[in-house]
């Protein structure tokens, strides 16, 4: 039974954007859902969060300013909106969902994950 399944990954220009999208099984009971992302040869990083009824996002550092997650729990799913992208975001990218953490920040709190989706950012 496949849980959390992502979409929208592809491939952009520097400065470009996408949209990807998590939809998860209406089954699952989450208190947050969030994104991580994993670039060859390094540790899944997280990227963004937010608290199942939350309007607000929590973002790592390296995209404050340019992702916008946002969550739709009544359509069972949740988007990363992703801007200017670099280089430096080329990655698979993965939801997650949690029963613990409010943030999804905490990657041994993470109960669910989606398959993963690759954005490639050229230069």
């Known amino acids: 039974q496949v849980e959390l399944a992502e979409s929208g990954g592809g491939s952009v220009p520097v400065g470009g954007s996408l949209r990807l999208s998590c939809i998860f099984s209406?089954?699952?009971?989450?208190?947050?859902m969030g994104w991580f992302r994993q670039a060859p040869g390094k540790e899944r990083e997280w990227v963004a969060g937010?608290?199942?009824?939350?309007?607000?996002?929590f973002y790592a550092d390296s995209v404050k300013g340019r992702f916008t997650i946002s969550q739709y729990y009544e359509k069972d799913t949740f988007d990363l909106e992703m801007n200017m992208l670099k280089a430096e975001d080329t990655a698979m990218y993965y939801c997650?969902?949690?029963?613990?953490?409010?943030?999804?920040?905490?990657?041994?709190?993470?109960?669910?994950w989606g398959q993963g989706t690759q954005v490639t950012v050229s230069s």
């Open positions: 997650a969902a949690s029963h613990l953490s409010t943030t999804c920040q905490d990657y041994a709190k993470i109960d669910y």
């Open positions: 209406k089954e699952m009971v989450n208190r947050c």
């Open positions: 937010i608290y199942m009824f939350g309007e607000n996002g």
